[in-house]
């Protein structure tokens, strides 16, 4: 082998080094924490805010903090369990179990329908858990309301009755809440807002629980929480809806509808109305409940008081001139000169246990007001009955009655009254005609301001439009 290359060989064929130069500066440390930054755990909000902001000018991804109270938690960040390309599909087929399942747990919303109470609400479901469960069952307040204990005070009750749990949000994450109401045997959550507007609360910390969990508004929650509060029982159903702009698969006129077929026949069947009980002669008098107020208490009984004005629309004063007489019992105030909801706020003001408005015709509907989160206040049962039911509680001042539901008091009956009232509601043939009146004739029977009133119809269509 050749000999090594000599000293002055290497120093001519080696590269001489580049001269030493300084390392680049190291970044500046993050701001030290004064607490521990473990997933879970309570942060000080200042430092959470310092630590967000330090990690966003280095670069890298900002921790994931969620305000809880006065801490800050910081927690894993997960996808969200609502399916985006689902809410996007045509209705199911009639009669198809599979799809209607699948439907009903991909909605990312639907309603509450809560037997007897004027109106449905909304909810959104979170991004976590599981879809509501089906059918009606009690809905429970938590103990604490919050829901913040790790097995809640009136756990025994909720597991006996499978109940749907309502909770006011804070305090806790919603993960906790859901964790809490599952170990207490609930069948659901339903968290109250508490600010305004709605969302589908996050829960990182419980992405995989095995409960249900969704959100109301702050109004339309507390109304239900106050009910529950003065001891009012709750039926509810957790209908999840499916919107549909139009669809190859079902011949309906509906844009958005319950996604089985037992969610539309609880919809359908919830209370809207019932009779006025302990009228002189024991007169069956109906009423249908607006679409504001609360549930009508069961087997309560209500004193019966008369407005002053009548019609309660006494300009410049938000109380009746009466009410000091007015207080706790149930006021009949006669339609027309203001608004419905101007009648029962002042009602309500006045300290009213039942607004009653006697509406100026042999017909009831079920009266509102738009929109319809200015009725959210009145935290009072609020109903219509015919002329004749008012000239009935005309003859009660002072007296009780009661007001038992029925579901044979409806709407869309008496809509269809109506529509013989204006003639839009017969058959073109005379012999069809015939029909309907021997139809309702039966179907009203047991119901003698109907029957009157169609018997009135009848007499002026004859004569106005030729009717046999």
């Not at 993050?30 to 805010?49: N, R």
């Not at 008098?285 to 209500?302: C, D, N, R, V």
């Not at 109506?418 to 012999?431: P, V």
Request: aromatic residues 6%; proline residues 8%.
């Amino acid at each position: 082998p050749p000999p090594p290359p000599s000293a002055m060989q290497r120093s001519m064929t080696t590269p001489t080094p580049p001269p030493l130069q300084s390392p680049p500066p190291l970044p500046s440390p993050l701001p030290s924490l004064s607490v521990t930054t473990k997933l879970f755990e309570p942060v000080d909000a200042e430092d959470a805010e310092q630590h967000i902001k330090a990690a966003q000018e280095h670069g890298d991804a900002a921790p994931n903090y969620f305000q809880v109270g006065e801490e800050m938690l910081m927690l894993p960040e997960v996808f969200s369990n609502l399916d985006d390309a689902a809410v996007k599909q045509d209705f199911p087929h009639e009669g198809n179990a599979a799809e209607e399942e699948a439907s009903r747990s991909s909605r990312w919303w639907g309603r509450l329908y809560i037997d007897g109470w004027p109106q449905t609400v909304q909810y959104m479901r979170a991004h976590f858990g599981e879809p509501p469960p089906a059918g009606l069952r009690p809905m429970i307040l938590a103990d604490p309301p919050d829901a913040c204990a790790a097995v809640l005070n009136n756990a025994e009750e909720i597991k006996k009755y499978d109940a749907i749990v309502v909770a006011k949000r804070g305090t806790c994450t919603f993960g906790t809440k859901g964790k809490n109401v599952l170990a207490s045997g609930g069948a659901a959550l339903v968290i109250v807002n508490n600010e305004p507007g709605n969302m589908h609360a996050p829960g990182p910390d419980a992405h995989d629980l095995k409960l249900s969990v969704s959100m109301v508004a702050e109004d339309e929650g507390n109304l239900l929480i106050s009910s529950m509060e003065k001891g009012m029982a709750l039926m509810a159903a957790m209908v999840p809806i499916h919107c549909a702009a139009q669809s190859e698969t079902v011949k309906t006129m509906e844009l958005c509808r319950g996604s089985t077929e037992a969610d539309r026949a609880i919809a359908n069947s919830i209370i809207e109305g019932g009779w006025v009980k302990g009228l002189p002669g024991d007169a069956k008098h109906e009423y249908l409940q607006a679409t504001f107020g609360t549930k009508i208490p069961t087997a309560k009984k209500y004193e019966i008081v008369h407005a002053s004005p009548p019609n309660a629309c006494n300009e410049g004063s938000e109380l009746l001139d009466n009410a000091e007489q007015v207080a706790g019992k149930a006021v009949v105030i006669e339609r027309g000169g203001c608004q419905f909801l101007e009648k029962a706020m002042k009602a309500w003001s006045s300290n009213a246990s039942m607004v009653i408005i006697v509406n100026s015709e042999t017909s009831i509907n079920r009266y509102g007001c738009e929109p319809r989160w200015k009725g959210l206040k009145v935290d009072i049962p609020a109903l219509m009955v015919t002329d004749k039911g008012g000239e009935a509680l005309k003859l009660m001042k002072g007296k009780i009655v009661e007001f038992p539901a029925s579901p044979k008091v409806r709407k869309d009956t008496w809509l269809k009254i109506d529509s013989y009232r204006d003639t839009t509601g017969w058959a073109k043939k005379k012999s069809e005609q015939k029909m309907q009146v021997r139809c309702h004739e039966r179907y009203h029977y047991h119901w003698r301001y109907r029957d009157h009133t169609i018997t009135v119809t009848i007499t002026i269509t004859v004569q106005n439009h030729d009717l046999n």
